[in-house]
C-alpha cells in the first residue's frame, strides 16, 4: 500500500511515461492529456531541446545558492521573461511555484507600501470563486470555500468581491455596461472597506479551475485598473495559469491590454518540466523596496539553474514553435467543437474561455441556469468516464450557491486538429455515458 496521502477521488494508475499530449500507463493504456496536468505541461511531454537544454545544465551544476552565486541560466531567464512583459515590469523574483509567486507578490506588496509610508494598508481585495494558492497567506485571498474553511481561524480572510459571472446573471458578456456592472463592485468593496487600509486587489485575467475559465465582460479589466489608480490600489494578475501563451497571447491580460502593477507566475513558465515561478513587479517599485534596505523574502530552491534552464528553454520553444499562436487557433477549434457538443447536450449549458483555456459547464437547466444536485456528483463521474475512455479533463464543483459543475479542456499547445477531432470524439462517447448513467 502506498505511504502517500494525496486524495484522488478514484484510484489512479501508475505512470509509465508521457511524449506529446499522450501518456501512458504502465499496463500500457493511452491517454490523451487533456488538461495539460493542471493546466501545467503546455508544450507538452518530452520536448527533445529541453530535455537536452536540462541535461547540458545539469553536467554543469543543478543548485547554486542565489545569496551565493550568480548563475547564467536565471539571469538569462530574467532577461527572456522580461522581454515579454508589459513595459514598466522589467525586474523578477524567481520562485517553485505559484503559491510561492502569490506570497511573494503579497510580501513584497506590502513592503512597497511601507516605503511609501503607507503603513496602513494592509488588505488585498481578491475575488469569489477564486484559487491563488495553498500556502495560507494564498489562502486569505482564495475565494472557495472547500479549501479555505478548514483553516479559517488560522489565516485573516481577506475582502472578497464576486467575479463577473455575467452568464449566469443573464447579462451580455460584450456590453461595457456589464464589465462596469462588476468592476464597479470593487470600488464599492474599497469604499466599504476604507480606501486606505486596501493594499492591493489580485486578479486571475481569465478564472482558473476555480471559476471555469470565466472571460472578463468588455472593458471590466479596464475598469478595474481605473478604479485601483482611483483609490492607489496595487494591481496585481494571477497569471499562473493564463501566462506563458495558453489564451492565446503570452501573458493573459494582453486581451485587454492592460498593464498590472505585479504579476505572478509559474505552472506554464517551467511546463511540468520543473517547479518553476516568478514575481515580476514595476521597476520604480522594487527600486524603493531595495532602496529601503531590501525585499525580505526568499526561498531556498528559487532560481536554481537547473530550473531556470529549463525555464528559459521551454520559453524558447514556445516562441521557435508558435505555440502561443498555435494555442490561439486550435483553441478557436477546439472552442467550435465544444460549442456543437452543447448543441447536442441540453446539459452543458455553458462553453467559455480563451485560447485553450477552455471550460464547458453542466447545468440541469439552460434557462434557469439551475446546476445538477451535488448528489449526482457529475464533476467526477464525468472525469471519471473520459479517463476510463482514454482523456484526462480537469472538473470542479464550485461551491457556494453560484456555480455548477465545470470541466476544463485545456491540451498542450502543441495539439493538432486530428486530435482534438479525437478529444471531442471521446468527450461525446462520454457525455452519452454520463447522460445514461443521470437519473431521468
Ligand atoms: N494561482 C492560480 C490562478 C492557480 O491556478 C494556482 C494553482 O492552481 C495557484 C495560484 C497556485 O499554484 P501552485 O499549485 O503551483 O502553488
Known sequence: MSKLFYQTKSPRPMLDRADGIYMWDTSGKRYIDGSSGAMVSNIGHGNPAVLSAMQAQMAQSTFGYRLHFQTEPSEALAEKITSLTPEGLDRVFFVSGGSEAVESALKFARQYALTQGEAQRFKVISRYPSYHGATLGALAITGYAPM????????????????????????????????????????????????????AFIVEPIGGAST??????????????????????????????????????FFGAEHWDVTPDIIALSKGFGAGYVPLGAMIARTDMVEAVLGAGGFIHGYTY??????????????????????????????????????????????????????????????????TKEPLPAEFNAHSRLVDIA??????????????????????????????????????????????????????
Open 302 to 367: 528559487a532560481g536554481n539553474p537547473l530550473a531556470c534552464a529549463a525555464g528559459l528553454a521551454v520559453l524558447n520553444e514556445i516562441e521557435a514553435n508558435g505555440l502561443t499562436q498555435n494555442a490561439a487557433q486550435m483553441g478557436d477549434a477546439l472552442h467550435a467543437r465544444l460549442q456543437s457538443l452543447m448543441q447536442r447536450y441540453p446539459l452543458i449549458g455553458d462553453v467559455r474561455g480563451k485560447g485553450l483555456l477552455l471550460a464547458f459547464e453542466l447545468m440541469a437547466d439552460r434557462g
Open 148 to 199: 479555505t474553511a478548514p483553516f479559517d481561524p488560522m489565516m485573516q480572510a481577506m475582502p472578497k468581491i464576486p467575479a463577473p459571472r455575467a452568464y449566469l446573471d443573464g447579462l451580455d458578456i460584450d456590453d461595457p455596461a456589464t464589465g462596469r456592472h462588476y468592476a464597479d463592485m470593487l470600488e464599492a468593496k474599497i469604499l466599504e472597506e476604507g480606501p486606505d487600509t486596501i493594499l
Open 387 to 440: 479517463y476510463e475512455n482514454g482523456l484526462i479533463i480537469y472538473s470542479r464543483r464550485t461551491r457556494g450557491g453560484i456555480s455548477g459543475d465545470h470541466f476544463l479542456v485545456c491540451p498542450p499547445m502543441i495539439v493538432t486538429e486530428a486530435q482534438l477531432d479525437e478529444i471531442a470524439e471521446i468527450l461525446d462517447r462520454s457525455m452519452q455515458q454520463l447522460m445514461s448513467e443521470l437519473p431521468a
Open 212 to 249: 471555469g475559465a470565466l472571460v472578463p465582460p468588455a472593458g471590466y479589466m479596464q475598469r478595474i485598473r481605473e478604479i485601483c489608480d482611483q483609490y492607489g490600489v496595487l494591481l496585481m494578475h494571477d497569471e499562473v495559469m493564463t501566462g506563458g501563451g495558453r489564451t492565446g497571447r
